[in-house]
């Protein structure tokens, strides 16, 4: 999808998304998934030989000599378009503002696309006990399960970010993470189901089972490829929790697909190439991310967005430093940096996904009060309650798990 024309609109949300051209963080994601995921897991290889492990069994990530008080740099990899940039798109702001406070520069790469690919470069250096030359990035929940479990990533030393405290309280515990030792969020956001009123006869779909089973949608529905998202959301209907689930509860939704797509229900599986159809109609409504249908929404006022009582995922992006890094503490006090509410209401500006420190709201109020408003940027409490992360996985579980999705949405 290429960039659109770009009017002259002064909502920073609506700039940062028409430049984004709709193609948003959770577009490459899922390009790792589908198909390619059991050869993917299958070429991984061995767990990690990292010597040492925790009483739990983790093995323990070696640590490098820390150069953090001599070398005044950090290395960071992230997602490309998600974080804050100057009008003419020439600096980055609260970086060069971080740098301006601290001393320490920021060697910030985009080389982020996908956490498969990611990983495929990062890992045969952390196997070989390796410098990746890097000293943090932002994964995925599920590949930060993947991460903690083989020790390639070191525990973080809260000392040196005070500003941990301002964690949402619906992030701080986790199942791939309890207490948030190895992680800390970068951005979340939100699966749900996106609809499309002039396409659904002015009818809300609110619930998973109207998409899978509603006579009046048939033909016109998509799940996404990512199958934690996708499956999460069937196991909320089914009264079971994503954190939390047995073998069993697994096959009974993907079962429950199965169903909805032999009776003609489904139109298909998608990435977020989905946002076109559900705009023009073609998709009447679909499983669907926050970041896509804010920017939707601007385009097509019929284009809606439910949150279903009975759960639904929450994914994050998540700040991890790997082993041997040559400046942790340098990456920790950059972490805190972004921990305070008033930097990252200016990432906010910016970035339409949902931001994992408190007090961000009321900081980006003054300056931005649309978008401080917007729900699926600053969801209530009552909806991060019911919001669920799906548990992390063995790599018996994400191969086994994975090659019934893929057999489900390609068969």
């Known amino acids: 999808m290429g960039e659109r024309p770009i009017p002259d609109l002064t909502s920073p949300v609506l700039r940062a998304a028409l430049l984004r051209g709709l193609t948003t963080r959770r577009a490459v994601v899922t390009g790792a998934l589908g198909l390619g995921t059991t050869a993917a897991l299958t070429a991984c290889g061995s767990e990690g030989t990292d010597e040492g492990a925790t009483a739990s069994g983790t093995p323990s990530a070696r640590a490098a000599q820390d150069a953090s008080d001599t070398e005044k740099v950090v290395n960071w990899s992230n997602w490309p378009e998600y974080i804050d940039v100057s009008e003419d798109e020439s600096t980055r702001p609260s970086l060069d503002a971080f740098t301006k406070s601290t001393g320490i520069t920021v060697n910030y790469t985009e080389d982020y696309n996908d956490n498969d690919e990611f990983y495929a470069k990062v890992r045969p250096l952390l196997e070989g006990g390796e410098d990746t030359g890097r000293d943090v990035w932002c994964s995925t929940d599920w590949m930060v399960a993947r991460l903690i479990r083989q020790g390639y990533v070191q525990k973080l030393d809260t000392a040196n970010i005070p500003n941990v405290k301002n964690l949402e309280d619906s992030l701080k515990n986790v199942e791939f993470d309890p207490g948030r030792v190895y992680s800390l969020p970068w951005q979340s956001g939100f699966a749900g189901i996106g609809y499309n009123l002039d396409a659904t006869g002015g009818k809300k779909i609110e619930t998973i089972t109207q998409l899978l089973t509603d006579p009046a949608l048939k033909g016109k529905v998509t799940l996404l490829t990512e199958m934690r998202d996708t499956v999460g959301l069937v196991l909320c209907?089914?009264?079971?929790?994503?954190?939390?689930?047995?073998?069993?509860?697994?096959?009974?939704?993907?079962?429950?697909?199965?169903?909805?797509?032999?009776?003609?229900?489904?139109?298909?599986?998608?990435?977020?190439?989905?946002?076109?159809?559900?705009?023009?109609?073609?998709?009447?409504?679909?499983?669907?991310?926050?970041?896509?249908?804010?920017?939707?929404?601007?385009?097509?006022?019929?284009?809606?967005?439910?949150?279903?009582?009975?759960?639904?995922?929450?994914w994050s992006d998540n700040f991890v430093i790997p082993a041997l890094a040559k400046h942790k503490k340098n990456a920790e006090t950059l972490i805190n940096y972004y921990y305070d509410p008033a930097v990252m209401a200016q990432v906010e500006a910016w970035v339409n996904y949902i931001p994992p420190v408190k007090g961000t709201k009321d900081a980006l109020a003054a300056d931005d009060p649309e978008t401080a408003e917007n729900p699926l940027i600053f969801p209530t409490s009552d909806v991060l309650s019911r919001a669920k992360v799906f548990r992390g996985l063995s790599a018996e579980e994400e191969t086994k798990y994975s090659r019934a999705f893929t057999d489900l949405t390609t068969s």
Do not use: H, R, S
């Open 237 to 314: 209907e089914m009264g079971k929790d994503p954190a939390n689930f047995t073998d069993a509860d697994y096959d009974a939704a993907i079962a429950m697909i199965q169903k909805a797509k032999d009776a003609g229900q489904l139109k298909g599986f998608t990435g977020n190439d989905y946002t076109d159809g559900l705009t023009k109609g073609d998709i009447a409504a679909c499983v669907a991310w926050t970041g896509d249908v804010v920017q939707l929404q601007f385009e097509n006022e019929a284009v809606q967005y439910a949150l279903p009582q009975a759960g639904f995922t929450l």
